[in-house]
């Protein structure tokens, strides 16, 4: 019933506004070389797809593993899109194989294309994965997404996805340019506004009827069918928005590494996703974004020492070498789920009310502070 | 428009070898409240359960407003043992197997007998989201806002519907959070926003004390009368049935062992053995 006032809102874009900016004069002022790009990039990557992860799994309760095979279709779709003919006509890329894709196009339309290829495929697997339930959906997705990249893998598809080798000369974020101009685009910034509409439009949709409907079936799928609400279109709907967000994620993943390889898709990158979505609070839109920035910056960054010989100061090259960061990385990760066994915002969302809550004093009856608002 | 709004015929729900709906005929008239009783595990929400489309019954034919929603024909050696001497009646028919959700379009909303609300949602998202089904809007439009007019209709309605039904207070709380009469009142008021012809009510006064049950009686009625509606419950508490039901079907063992006015059935020595044992 209550309705968000004027006022939060605008709080709200202006927050994000403020992001932006920051990211803006980061990029003007740090050294572009700086790891910070890496974690920022990365991280806004990867809330992408954690989001779109939690779209499926903590909104419509589907527990779906197939992230890392839509994020290959979209990081392929997108390479072999934005691959210039003048590169696809030579041997630079295609060695062994002679490219039947004979069209570029540019990094726009590629990313939506990118998008629609997973979605097209989501589409079909979805007829016969969302009639199972549970783990078998899991089971079911994450066996469809190792197919997709053995199919990727596949010899006589060499011609498009170049066999096994190497993808690279696509357009990546150096060749992104401000539209009508020859000026680079600053790329974080980039990533950080293609994320956001992205992730705005989840947003938008979750806070819809439609959102509502895939809350209800999460809830309980014999009440939602029997409100009226169609499972399968309501399930198949989720399934196909979720992959063409994990495709454009894929998309900018691919744009980010300059050079993209089907092995790279693991199931262990969905683990990774997934980690992210549990540590952040399944059903948390913006515990997931915390959460993916937290995961790349720990593992990217502040515990890299540990691989390397020197951490927090100390020098000790018989404990910090190469795999220790694993070990404390896991470790940090069972205290998180020790401690916050709901995630770090359970199914809770930032919101300023929330904020603003914390610093207040606390209502004497007990059980009756909140730290976060319902919705944000 | 045909008399009846409802109306089963010869439906058979079988599990295995457990016949726990057989050939149960009824007809439920409009603006009618009929009431199915019989004792525990007589087949009373099987029964509903093969009317809303969760399962397919076995052999049958149901019918809501003179239009077939769903059959089944007798097949094969079933045929015989089910179907019977009107085996002939389902030649021709063509076969319904609708899903909930098609059941519930039609105009036929239901509540359940173990309460069924969204959980993480509140009082107010509960009954909003059961206005999906008929909004005019599709996942584009909605997502993008511009069809911002239907989402507001939706509210106000869903606003007005609630305070109708003294929720409104309680908009903003989890519906689990509700004392457990409000919520069975909350689950009416979700089925009501689905706009149904025909409600069915699963048990509405289970775990409620005598007054409880009469207030609920009373609601039972005022909704029906506010939203012209026919209502077809079942129920375990007497009093209930007995004051608020114009006719009564009783079922034993999947069977239909007797039907008429409350005097009629209260009488029935086939009624007074099913509940009591033949003395």
Redesign the interface.
Known sequence: MRKKSKTELWIAFGAVALVYIAVFILERTVNSSHILFTVLKKGAIYSLVAVSMNLLNGFTGLFSLGQAGFMLIGAYTYAIFTMPVEIKITDQVYKYYECAVNFDTGIFVALICAGLAAAVFAALIGLPVLRLKSDYLAIATLGFAEIIRAIFQWDSLGPVTNGANVMRQYKDLTDVRIPFTDIPFPSTLYVFLATGVCVALIVLLINSSYGRAFKAIRDDEIAAEAMGINLFKHKQMSFVISSFFAGVSGALLAMYQFTVQAAQFKSAMTYEILLIVVIGGIGSISGSGIASFLYVAASEWWLRGLDMGRFLGIDSASVFRSGFRRFVFSIIIMLIVLFFSRGLMGDREISFRGIAGLFRPRPKMPGAAKGGGSDA | MPENVLRLQDVTMQFGGVVAVNNLSLEVNRGEIVALIGPNGAGKTTAFNCV?G?YEPTNGLVSFNGETIVANHPRGKMKKLYAGENAKAYLGVKTFDP???QI??LGI??T?QNI???????V??NV????????K?N?LT????ISHRE?KR?REET?ALLEEQNL?RY??DLAVSLPYGLQRRLEIA??L??DPTLLLLDEPAAGMNPQETQELGEFIVQIKNKYDLTVFMIEHHMDLVMKFSERIYVIDFGKLISHGTPAVVQADPRVINAYLGVS
């Open positions: 809303t969760v899903t909930p959700d519930t379009r909303a239901r359940f069924r609300l969204w959980k993480s949602m509140t107010f998202d909003l989201t059961a206005k999906h089904m008929r909004a809007h996942v909605a997502t993008l806002r989402e939706m606003a409104l908009a903003d979700r089925a926003a689905t």
